[in-house]
Protein backbone atom coordinates (compact mmCIF):
# COMPACT_ATOMS: atom_id res chain seq x y z
CA UNK A 1 0.00 0.00 0.00
CA UNK A 2 1.14 3.30 -0.97
CA UNK A 3 0.99 6.55 1.50
CA UNK A 4 0.92 8.85 -1.44
CA UNK A 5 -1.77 7.12 -3.69
CA UNK A 6 -3.83 6.85 -0.23
CA UNK A 7 -3.65 10.64 -0.23
CA UNK A 8 -4.22 11.24 -3.41
CA UNK A 9 -7.75 8.93 -2.87
CA UNK A 10 -8.39 11.22 -0.08
CA UNK A 11 -7.69 14.27 -1.36
CA UNK A 12 -9.80 13.64 -4.45
CA UNK A 13 -12.64 12.42 -2.68
CA UNK A 14 -12.42 16.05 -0.84
CA UNK A 15 -12.45 17.46 -3.69
CA UNK A 16 -15.36 15.92 -5.39
CA UNK A 17 -17.20 16.52 -2.23
CA UNK A 18 -16.27 20.56 -2.14
CA UNK A 19 -18.29 20.53 -5.33
CA UNK A 20 -21.30 18.54 -4.33
CA UNK A 21 -21.40 21.15 -1.39
CA UNK A 22 -20.78 24.25 -3.40
CA UNK A 23 -23.58 23.07 -5.60
CA UNK A 24 -25.97 22.38 -2.67
CA UNK A 25 -24.63 25.84 -1.54
CA UNK A 26 -24.73 28.16 -4.40
CA UNK A 27 -26.97 26.54 -6.40
CA UNK A 28 -29.80 25.13 -4.18
CA UNK A 29 -32.35 25.40 -7.17
CA UNK A 30 -30.31 23.40 -9.55
CA UNK A 31 -29.70 20.35 -7.15
CA UNK A 32 -33.14 20.30 -4.31
CA UNK A 33 -35.53 17.38 -6.20
CA UNK A 34 -32.34 15.28 -7.44
CA UNK A 35 -32.67 11.80 -5.84
CA UNK A 36 -29.80 9.91 -4.31
CA UNK A 37 -27.10 12.58 -4.56
CA UNK A 38 -24.29 11.96 -3.05
CA UNK A 39 -24.24 13.58 0.23
CA UNK A 40 -27.69 12.28 0.50
CA UNK A 41 -26.80 8.70 0.12
CA UNK A 42 -23.46 8.47 2.69
CA UNK A 43 -20.97 9.83 -0.25
CA UNK A 44 -19.05 6.71 -1.58
CA UNK A 45 -17.83 8.50 -4.46
CA UNK A 46 -14.66 5.66 -5.84
CA UNK A 47 -14.97 3.22 -3.22
CA UNK A 48 -14.35 0.74 -5.66
CA UNK A 49 -10.78 1.83 -5.55
CA UNK A 50 -10.17 0.36 -2.19
CA UNK A 51 -10.73 -2.58 -4.01
CA UNK A 52 -7.30 -4.83 -3.96
CA UNK A 53 -7.98 -5.62 -7.72
CA UNK A 54 -7.90 -1.49 -8.50
CA UNK A 55 -6.42 -0.40 -5.67
CA UNK A 56 -2.55 -2.54 -6.09
CA UNK A 57 -2.93 -1.82 -10.09
CA UNK A 58 -3.68 1.90 -9.81
CA UNK A 59 -1.26 2.18 -7.12
CA UNK A 60 1.93 0.02 -9.54
CA UNK A 61 1.02 2.40 -11.97
CA UNK A 62 1.21 5.71 -11.02
CA UNK A 63 3.43 5.56 -7.79
CA UNK A 64 5.50 2.48 -8.24
CA UNK A 65 8.25 4.15 -10.48
CA UNK A 66 7.54 1.82 -13.22
CA UNK A 67 5.43 1.13 -16.21
CA UNK A 68 6.13 -2.16 -17.25
CA UNK A 69 4.17 -4.25 -19.96
CA UNK A 70 2.33 -5.50 -17.14
CA UNK A 71 2.10 -3.00 -14.79
CA UNK A 72 0.40 -1.20 -17.82
CA UNK A 73 -1.85 -3.56 -18.73
CA UNK A 74 -2.76 -4.53 -15.04
CA UNK A 75 -3.88 -0.89 -14.82
CA UNK A 76 -5.62 -0.86 -18.15
CA UNK A 77 -8.23 -4.05 -16.47
CA UNK A 78 -8.08 -2.06 -13.26
CA UNK A 79 -9.77 1.27 -15.28
CA UNK A 80 -12.06 -1.00 -16.98
CA UNK A 81 -13.53 -2.95 -13.86
CA UNK A 82 -13.69 0.90 -12.37
CA UNK A 83 -15.75 2.25 -15.46
CA UNK A 84 -17.83 -1.12 -15.14
CA UNK A 85 -18.39 -0.39 -10.97
CA UNK A 86 -18.86 3.05 -11.46
CA UNK A 87 -22.03 4.34 -12.99
CA UNK A 88 -20.71 8.26 -12.92
CA UNK A 89 -18.02 7.48 -15.94
CA UNK A 90 -19.59 8.08 -19.17
CA UNK A 91 -18.04 4.91 -20.73
CA UNK A 92 -20.82 2.82 -18.15
CA UNK A 93 -23.65 4.14 -20.37
CA UNK A 94 -21.49 3.58 -23.72
CA UNK A 95 -23.58 0.21 -25.25
CA UNK A 96 -21.05 -1.74 -27.67
CA UNK A 97 -23.66 -4.23 -28.85
CA UNK A 98 -22.70 -8.12 -30.37
CA UNK A 99 -24.30 -7.39 -33.64
CA UNK A 100 -22.94 -4.80 -35.60
CA UNK A 101 -25.35 -3.79 -37.21
CA UNK A 102 -26.50 -2.24 -33.88
CA UNK A 103 -23.17 -1.03 -33.42
CA UNK A 104 -22.66 1.09 -30.48
CA UNK A 105 -25.80 3.21 -28.63
CA UNK A 106 -25.60 5.81 -26.23
CA UNK A 107 -28.08 5.07 -23.20
CA UNK A 108 -28.90 8.13 -21.10
CA UNK A 109 -27.65 8.89 -17.63
CA UNK A 110 -29.50 9.42 -14.70
CA UNK A 111 -29.21 12.50 -13.32
CA UNK A 112 -27.48 12.52 -10.16
CA UNK A 113 -25.04 10.17 -11.96
CA UNK A 114 -24.11 13.65 -14.39
CA UNK A 115 -23.67 15.71 -10.77
CA UNK A 116 -21.61 13.23 -9.81
CA UNK A 117 -19.31 12.94 -12.89
CA UNK A 118 -19.23 16.77 -13.18
CA UNK A 119 -18.08 16.81 -9.57
CA UNK A 120 -15.73 14.28 -10.17
CA UNK A 121 -14.17 16.49 -13.20
CA UNK A 122 -14.64 19.70 -11.66
CA UNK A 123 -12.30 17.98 -8.99
CA UNK A 124 -8.82 18.57 -10.17
CA UNK A 125 -10.33 22.26 -10.81
CA UNK A 126 -10.19 21.90 -7.16
CA UNK A 127 -7.09 20.56 -6.98
CA UNK A 128 -5.09 23.56 -8.85
CA UNK A 129 -7.06 26.59 -6.86
CA UNK A 130 -8.97 26.83 -10.06
CA UNK A 131 -12.65 26.59 -10.45
CA UNK A 132 -12.99 28.03 -13.76
CA UNK A 133 -10.42 25.04 -14.99
CA UNK A 134 -12.70 22.89 -15.62
CA UNK A 135 -14.50 24.95 -18.92
CA UNK A 136 -11.47 25.11 -20.33
CA UNK A 137 -11.01 21.31 -19.67
CA UNK A 138 -14.61 20.24 -21.24
CA UNK A 139 -14.07 22.06 -24.36
CA UNK A 140 -10.80 20.13 -24.70
CA UNK A 141 -12.77 16.65 -24.09
CA UNK A 142 -16.47 17.19 -25.45
CA UNK A 143 -15.76 16.42 -28.74
CA UNK A 144 -14.18 12.95 -27.85
CA UNK A 145 -16.86 11.65 -24.75
CA UNK A 146 -20.03 9.54 -26.63
CA UNK A 147 -22.59 11.24 -24.49
CA UNK A 148 -26.59 10.74 -25.49
CA UNK A 149 -27.73 13.95 -26.32
CA UNK A 150 -29.79 14.57 -23.22
CA UNK A 151 -27.07 13.83 -20.95
CA UNK A 152 -25.09 16.61 -23.12
CA UNK A 153 -27.37 19.04 -23.33
CA UNK A 154 -27.92 18.70 -18.69
CA UNK A 155 -24.04 18.48 -18.31
CA UNK A 156 -23.57 21.78 -20.40
CA UNK A 157 -26.88 23.30 -18.34
CA UNK A 158 -25.07 22.14 -15.10
CA UNK A 159 -21.56 23.66 -16.41
CA UNK A 160 -22.89 26.93 -17.72
CA UNK A 161 -24.89 27.35 -14.31
CA UNK A 162 -21.67 27.23 -12.23
CA UNK A 163 -20.04 29.37 -14.67
CA UNK A 164 -22.48 32.28 -14.51
CA UNK A 165 -22.34 32.05 -10.40
CA UNK A 166 -18.77 31.97 -10.62
CA UNK A 167 -18.34 34.62 -12.83
CA UNK A 168 -21.72 37.06 -10.55
CA UNK A 169 -19.13 38.86 -8.97
CA UNK A 170 -16.75 42.02 -9.76
CA UNK A 171 -14.63 40.96 -6.43
CA UNK A 172 -11.27 39.63 -6.52
CA UNK A 173 -10.64 36.47 -4.68
CA UNK A 174 -7.86 34.01 -2.93
CA UNK A 175 -6.74 32.62 -6.14
CA UNK A 176 -7.07 35.27 -8.67
CA UNK A 177 -10.03 33.61 -9.56
CA UNK A 178 -12.81 37.00 -10.50
CA UNK A 179 -16.14 36.77 -8.04
CA UNK A 180 -15.19 34.16 -5.55
CA UNK A 181 -14.20 33.74 -2.02
CA UNK A 182 -13.39 31.04 0.23
CA UNK A 183 -15.84 30.16 3.14
CA UNK A 184 -18.58 27.88 3.03
CA UNK A 185 -17.75 23.92 3.63
CA UNK A 186 -13.89 24.58 4.37
CA UNK A 187 -13.00 26.19 1.49
CA UNK A 188 -15.35 26.08 -1.24
CA UNK A 189 -15.83 29.53 -2.64
CA UNK A 190 -19.01 31.06 -3.44
CA UNK A 191 -19.87 34.53 -5.47
CA UNK A 192 -20.69 37.22 -3.27
CA UNK A 193 -21.04 41.04 -3.68
CA UNK A 194 -19.43 43.74 -2.65
CA UNK A 195 -21.21 44.93 0.79
CA UNK A 196 -20.65 48.41 2.99
CA UNK A 197 -19.03 46.99 6.27
CA UNK A 198 -20.36 49.42 9.82
CA UNK A 199 -18.04 50.61 11.62
CA UNK A 200 -16.48 48.49 14.09
CA UNK A 201 -14.38 45.33 15.12
CA UNK A 202 -17.33 42.86 15.81
CA UNK A 203 -18.63 41.71 19.02
CA UNK A 204 -16.03 39.39 20.86
CA UNK A 205 -17.03 36.30 21.80
CA UNK A 206 -15.68 33.52 24.40
CA UNK A 207 -11.93 31.07 23.46
CA UNK A 208 -13.17 27.96 22.37
CA UNK A 209 -10.72 25.19 24.19
CA UNK A 210 -9.19 22.59 22.19
CA UNK A 211 -9.36 19.58 24.94
CA UNK A 212 -6.51 17.17 24.89
CA UNK A 213 -7.46 13.35 23.93
CA UNK A 214 -8.76 10.90 26.52
CA UNK A 215 -9.50 7.11 25.55
CA UNK A 216 -11.40 8.48 22.43
CA UNK A 217 -10.19 11.56 20.53
CA UNK A 218 -10.93 14.68 21.95
CA UNK A 219 -13.01 17.62 19.97
CA UNK A 220 -11.18 18.71 17.21
CA UNK A 221 -11.91 20.35 13.74
CA UNK A 222 -10.52 19.86 9.99
CA UNK A 223 -9.27 23.38 8.92
CA UNK A 224 -8.62 23.97 5.23
CA UNK A 225 -5.36 25.93 4.07
CA UNK A 226 -6.96 27.22 0.66
CA UNK A 227 -3.80 28.09 -0.66
CA UNK A 228 -2.69 24.34 -0.87
CA UNK A 229 -5.97 22.28 -0.30
CA UNK A 230 -4.54 20.76 2.75
CA UNK A 231 -6.04 19.81 5.95
CA UNK A 232 -5.23 20.64 9.61
CA UNK A 233 -6.26 20.15 12.92
CA UNK A 234 -5.38 22.55 16.05
CA UNK A 235 -2.97 21.38 18.72
CA UNK A 236 -4.53 20.06 21.61
CA UNK A 237 -4.66 21.65 24.61
CA UNK A 238 -4.48 24.84 22.75
CA UNK A 239 -7.44 27.45 22.21
CA UNK A 240 -8.77 30.07 19.37
CA UNK A 241 -8.41 33.19 21.52
CA UNK A 242 -9.29 37.39 20.28
CA UNK A 243 -12.29 35.18 18.55
CA UNK A 244 -14.85 37.91 17.20
CA UNK A 245 -17.89 37.80 15.24
CA UNK A 246 -17.48 39.95 11.84
CA UNK A 247 -20.60 38.83 9.97
CA UNK A 248 -24.17 37.39 10.66
CA UNK A 249 -25.81 37.86 14.11
CA UNK A 250 -23.96 40.17 15.90
CA UNK A 251 -21.25 41.13 13.32
CA UNK A 252 -20.16 44.83 11.81
CA UNK A 253 -22.20 43.18 8.45
CA UNK A 254 -25.02 41.10 7.55
CA UNK A 255 -24.02 37.44 6.39
CA UNK A 256 -25.01 36.94 2.59
CA UNK A 257 -28.21 35.35 2.46
CA UNK A 258 -27.45 33.29 0.22
CA UNK A 259 -24.21 32.28 1.98
CA UNK A 260 -26.63 31.45 5.44
CA UNK A 261 -29.64 30.02 3.70
CA UNK A 262 -27.13 27.72 2.25
CA UNK A 263 -25.22 27.07 5.56
CA UNK A 264 -28.57 26.00 6.88
CA UNK A 265 -30.00 23.58 4.21
CA UNK A 266 -26.70 21.81 4.40
CA UNK A 267 -25.77 21.96 8.09
CA UNK A 268 -28.91 22.87 9.81
CA UNK A 269 -30.06 25.52 12.17
CA UNK A 270 -31.98 28.78 11.78
CA UNK A 271 -30.41 31.37 8.77
CA UNK A 272 -31.01 34.45 11.21
CA UNK A 273 -28.51 33.02 13.48
CA UNK A 274 -25.32 32.02 11.69
CA UNK A 275 -22.55 33.82 12.34
CA UNK A 276 -19.23 34.49 10.11
CA UNK A 277 -16.29 34.37 13.21
CA UNK A 278 -12.43 35.04 13.23
CA UNK A 279 -9.81 34.20 15.78
CA UNK A 280 -6.53 33.34 16.72
CA UNK A 281 -5.27 29.35 17.01
CA UNK A 282 -2.83 27.72 17.62
CA UNK A 283 -2.55 24.39 14.49
CA UNK A 284 -0.82 21.42 14.82
CA UNK A 285 1.51 21.38 11.61
CA UNK A 286 3.42 17.68 11.25
CA UNK A 287 4.08 18.12 14.85
CA UNK A 288 5.03 21.95 15.04
CA UNK A 289 2.62 24.50 17.14
CA UNK A 290 1.88 27.26 14.34
CA UNK A 291 -0.67 30.02 15.13
CA UNK A 292 -3.13 31.47 12.48
CA UNK A 293 -5.45 33.87 12.04
CA UNK A 294 -8.83 31.01 11.08
CA UNK A 295 -12.27 31.95 10.03
CA UNK A 296 -15.22 29.57 10.63
CA UNK A 297 -18.97 29.68 10.58
CA UNK A 298 -21.24 29.09 13.47
CA UNK A 299 -24.61 28.99 14.62
CA UNK A 300 -26.07 28.10 18.58
CA UNK A 301 -27.74 24.62 18.00
CA UNK A 302 -24.95 23.21 15.20
CA UNK A 303 -22.02 24.45 16.77
CA UNK A 304 -18.99 25.54 14.59
CA UNK A 305 -18.02 24.31 11.09
CA UNK A 306 -15.54 25.74 7.91
CA UNK A 307 -13.01 26.51 9.56
CA UNK A 308 -9.94 27.65 7.17
CA UNK A 309 -6.86 29.42 7.53
CA UNK A 310 -7.03 33.23 6.60
CA UNK A 311 -3.30 34.06 7.28
CA UNK A 312 -0.70 32.29 8.98
CA UNK A 313 1.14 34.27 11.71
CA UNK A 314 4.51 32.26 11.84
Known amino acids: M????DQYL???KENV???FDWLQTNLPELVKDVPNLGWQTGFAHDQSKSEPDEYEAYDAYFYGGNRSFKVVQEYRKAW?????????HWQHWVLINDDPKEGEILI???I???FEMVCDWWAFS???GNQQEIFKWYDEHKNYMKLHPNTRKKVEEILSKIKEKLDGSSELAHHGVEGQKWGVRNGPPYPIKKTVEKSGEGATIEDTYIHKSVGAKARNYDILDPATGEYFHFSEGTRIRESKVFAGK???????PEVAQGLSEQIGGDPDEWQHCKGIGTIDCDGEDVDAEVHWFQEPSVGKHKFKVKKWLE
Not at 80 to 88: A, E, I, Y
Request: charged share 25%; glycine share 8%; proline share 6%.
Open 2 to 5: SYQY
Open 10 to 12: AKH
Open 17 to 19: RNG
Open 80 to 88: LMHLHRNPH
Open 108 to 110: EMP
Open 112 to 114: NYI
Open 126 to 128: WAK
Open 250 to 256: GGVKELE
